[in-house]
Every structure is written in structure tokens, then in C-alpha cells.
């Protein structure tokens, strides 16, 4: 048990989420353990953004993090581009719902991070950036093959109970333990209509490509610069990874549908499948589903809104708690956050019987932002896509919309929400 403090934390899953968070407990001198179901720490060979935000939350967290993101990090290929997150433009000419045709590679918008500290695409292969992470923590911390199934209250502990037929106890248990979280069944009940995620409608082929390949096909700016092509129930998204040597590609298609009809959520992806469902789409778009390598097929899932993230002593973090479609490129930063202010309000506590109060606060900043992250998220989706019922096809109204999308997203006064949480630990208000 750390100097000071009379509790132990169980962290459950060690994706993203519950490794920052992990980080933020020990630098906050919490005595913790971190339970994940695999046998080590491994995350998919796919790239992922983090907008300003993110990188300043890892930053408040431990600036190691930043130092190690910045190890694998890549940023556009060209310096006058550096500030743009997309750029936006048709990829398809033909299909429009409303007869509107708009011309294949029109150009709609730039959208900029611009005026803060972090700008533009900020990317990383995932694996490299977790074992950035894993770097931070000692190896006493971690138990590998620790699949949570239950928790029980016995006296003043949680006990928690594996797959594997062990237990452990803790004060407090925080569940990271991502989309198919148990401990949100556990916190909500398995009946809540919240408790698992629902299907978005929409699904993605994720691959890479060489970046001299992609070079070869597409140009030096296109393929060196992130960018965004939009059509008609699908749109492609193309950012560079691992230091500009490959270029990362997720293609969206709608399924028109709405339904899931797979048990498994991931299925290594057919090449023909990928050329049918972006038939009729323009070269470049073509060449990128042609030349796209590693290729795997992902349902799009997302939670329904939680009416909690805490429940006495169990908390919710990350995909856990607020499991979002990937259109704003900000799941994994609102992690990030929560990992803040959720290990900085567990400082703040000096005995077991406060552990409730830093979960309320924690609740009480961070489920609606994070929450309004999942419903934009999905709003993007139909933008991009021209199915959004205002916009529908109609660039211009596009360009706008994209120009104010994000901005609350990336220019979050982290450090404020932080002395609000404080306020309402101390006080119960936010003010
Ligand atoms: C196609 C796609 C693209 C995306 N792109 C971006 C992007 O560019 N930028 C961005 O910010 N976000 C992006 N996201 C979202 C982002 O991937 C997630 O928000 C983020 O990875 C969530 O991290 P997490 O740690 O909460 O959960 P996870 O990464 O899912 O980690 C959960 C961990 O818990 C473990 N676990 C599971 N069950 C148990 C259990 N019962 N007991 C113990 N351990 C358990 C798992 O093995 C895993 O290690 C994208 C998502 C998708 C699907």
C-alpha cells in the first residue's frame, strides 16, 4: 500500500485506457494492480489519431507519455499541411439520393486543428505506442490472464473473481475492459438496455499500405498528407504511420440494412468484397481498396448512453464507459482524459470512505462530454457519407459543418474540468 494512502486499486483490461490510467495511479502514489485477460499486452497493427486534446491529457497525466508518443508519433509529410487534421473531398461521382450529382474529386474542406499546442494528424501504430506505454510500468503491476467474470462485496473488499478460477481483492475496481466491457454488465446488470453495445449500421475495412506504393498510386500529397473521400454511404480515410513508411487506411461502408448479422465483430476481409462495395468510385479510392494489404472487416459498435459511470466502489473508464463509433478519431483520447482526472481525484482521496465521492465527481465532468464524443462521433459518420438529413449532398453545407465540428473536442480545458471534479468532491457542485 503506497505511503499516505489506505486503499488498493484493481485497474481491469490494459488497453489504452486502463495502461494511462495505470500511469496516472502510480504517479499519484496509489497502490494498484492491473489485470488483463490476454497473456501480454497487444493491441491490432492499425494506426490511430489523437487530436490536441488527448496529447495534452497525456501530457498532464506524465509527460513520459508524451515523450514515448512522440517516439512513434508521425505527423503530415509535408510541412505546410501540418496543421490539417483532413482534407476533405468527393471520392465518388455518381448515386446521389437526391439527384444532386456532385462532381468526383471536388474539393470540400481543409479542417485544421490550428492555435494549439499539438497540431494536425498525430498518429501512431497502436502496438508501438502501447509498448511506449508499457515502458512506464513495473513489472510487479500487471497479471496477465486475468479475465474478470465477477465481483462480490465481502466486508470492506471487492473481491474479484478470473476466469482462470483465481481471486484477488481491491478497495475500489475500475473497469477498462473496453467495448465488451463485463464490469459495465457488472455495474449496470447484464438486462440493462445499456449494457452492451448496440450496432452503429456501419462497418470498416482497415489495412495499410507501403508508403512507396501508396506514393507510386496517388502522388506525394495525397499519400503523405491525411485525407478524407467522401461518398454516397461510404467514405475512405488515409493518414500516414510509423514515421511516414506506411500509409493507414480505414474504408467505411454503410450497411444499408442496419443489422450485424455475424457473431464475430472482426473477420479477416475477401479482396473482392472490398472492390464490390466501392464499385463506381473514383481512381484514386479504387487503387487504395486495390493496393491495401493486412486487411481485416470491422462491425462498428457504440453504447448507448449509461445513466452512470460508477456504482459504490466500481467505475467505468474508456471504451468501457462510453464505447464510440471512430468518426471524430477520438475514442481512444477521451480515455486518455478520463485517466486524468479519474487518477488525479483518486489523489486527492485519503481513505477507502471518499473512494465514492472522487467517482461521483469523476461521473459528474466527464459523462457528458464523453458521451456527446459518441452521439458527434455518429453524426460525423452520416456527414461524411451524405446522409445527414440537413446536408445531405450539399457540399457547401458540408464545408461549413466541418469547419465547426470539432473544435470542443480539441480545445478542452482539461485542467479546468479537473478543478470542477475537485469542487464537487469537496463541495457536491460543480461551482
Ligand atoms: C476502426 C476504428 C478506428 C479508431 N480510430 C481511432 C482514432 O483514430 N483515434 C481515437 O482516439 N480512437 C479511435 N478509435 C477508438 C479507440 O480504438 C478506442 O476508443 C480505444 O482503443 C479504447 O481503449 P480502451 O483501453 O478503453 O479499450 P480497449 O483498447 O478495448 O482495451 C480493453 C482491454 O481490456 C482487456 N479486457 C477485455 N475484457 C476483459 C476482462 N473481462 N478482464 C480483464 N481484461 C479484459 C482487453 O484484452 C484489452 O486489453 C477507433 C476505433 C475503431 C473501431
Known amino acids: 500500500m503506497a505511503e499516505g494512502k489506505d486503499f488498493h486499486v484493481a485497474v481491469c483490461g490494459g488497453g489504452i485506457g486502463g495502461l494511462c490510467l495505470t500511469i496516472g495511479l502510480l504517479r499519484q502514489n496509489i497502490s494498484c494492480k492491473l489485470y488483463e485477460a490476454a497473456p501480454a499486452f497487444a493491441e491490432i497493427g492499425a494506426g490511430v ?4 486534446n488527448a496529447i495534452q491529457a497525456m501530457e498532464l497525466i506524465d ?7 512522440e517516439n512513434c ?3 503530415n509529410g509535408w510541412p505546410e499541411k501540418r496543421d490539417t487534421w483532413f482534407e476533405f473531398r468527393t471520392g465518388q461521382a455518381k448515386g ?48 496477465f490472464g486475468k479475465r474478470l467474470v465477477n465481483i462480490e462485496e465481502k466486508g470492506d ?20 475492459d473496453g467495448i465488451k466491457s463485463r464490469m459495465r454488465e457488472i455495474l449496470l446488470g447484464k438486462d440493462h438496455e445499456a449494457a452492451h453495445a448496440v450496432f452503429s449500421g456501419k462497418y470498416a475495412y482497415r489495412g495499410l499500405i507501403p508508403m512507396e506504393t501508396a506514393v507510386n498510386a496517388l502522388g506525394d500529397e495525397l499519400a503523405r498528407n491525411p485525407q478524407m473521400y467522401m461518398g454516397h454511404h461510404g467514405h475512405v480515410l488515409t493518414f500516414p504511420i510509423e514515421k511516414g513508411k506506411t500509409m493507414n487506411v480505414v474504408a467505411f461502408r454503410t450497411k444499408l440494412d442496419g443489422k450485424w448479422p455475424e457473431k464475430d465483430w472482426i473477420l479477416p476481409s475477401k479482396k473482392e468484397d472490398m472492390t464490390k462495395d466501392f464499385m463506381g468510385w473514383d481512381d484514386r479510392v479504387m487503387n487504395i481498396i486495390y493496393l491495401m494489404e493486412k486487411c481485416d472487416v470491422w462491425a462498428l459498435f457504440e453504447h448507448l448512453p449509461s445513466p452512470t459511470y460508477y456504482k459504490g466502489r466500481l467505475c467505468l473508464l474508456g471504451d468501457a464507459a462510453h464505447a464510440s463509433t ?14 486524468f482526472i479519474l487518477s488525479n481525484l483518486l489523489g486527492q482521496v485519503a481513505s477507502v470512505a471518499d473512494i465514492t465521492r472522487s467517482f461521483k465527481a469523476y461521473d459528474s465532468v466527464r459523462r457528458s462530454r464523453s458521451q456527446r464524443v459518441v452521439t458527434t462521433s455518429k453524426e460525423a459518420g452520416c456527414l461524411y457519407e451524405m446522409e445527414d438529413e440537413e446536408v445531405g449532398s450539399d457540399l457547401d453545407k458540408a464545408r461549413e459543418n466541418l469547419l465547426a465540428r470539432y473544435d470542443w473536442i480539441w480545445r478542452n480545458d482539461l ?3 479537473l478543478r470542477e471534479a475537485k469542487n464537487v468532491m469537496l463541495n457536491g457542485s460543480r461551482i
Not at 489519431?49 to 490536441?52: D, L, R
Open 49 to 52: 489519431s489523437f487530436g490536441p
Open 63 to 69: 509527460p513520459q507519455i508524451v515523450r514515448g508518443f
Open 73 to 75: 508519433s508521425t505527423i
Open 96 to 143: 446521389t439520393r437526391r439527384g444532386v450529382l456532385a462532381a468526383t474529386n471536388t474539393y470540400v474542406a481543409d479542417v485544421k486543428t490550428g492555435g494549439v499546442q499539438y497540431v494536425g494528424q498525430n498518429s501512431v501504430h497502436r502496438a508501438h505506442f502501447l509498448d511506449e506505454l508499457v515502458k512506464l510500468i513495473p513489472d510487479e503491476v500487471p497479471e
Open 157 to 176: 473488499k471487492m473481491i474479484l473473481a478470473f476466469e482462470d478460477g483465481t481471486s484477488s481483492e481491491a478497495d475500489a475496481v475500475i473497469g477498462c
Open 326 to 339: 471512430p468518426h471524430q478519431g477520438a475514442g481512444a483520447g477521451q480515455a486518455i482524459e478520463d485517466a
Open 415 to 417: 485542467k479546468a474540468q
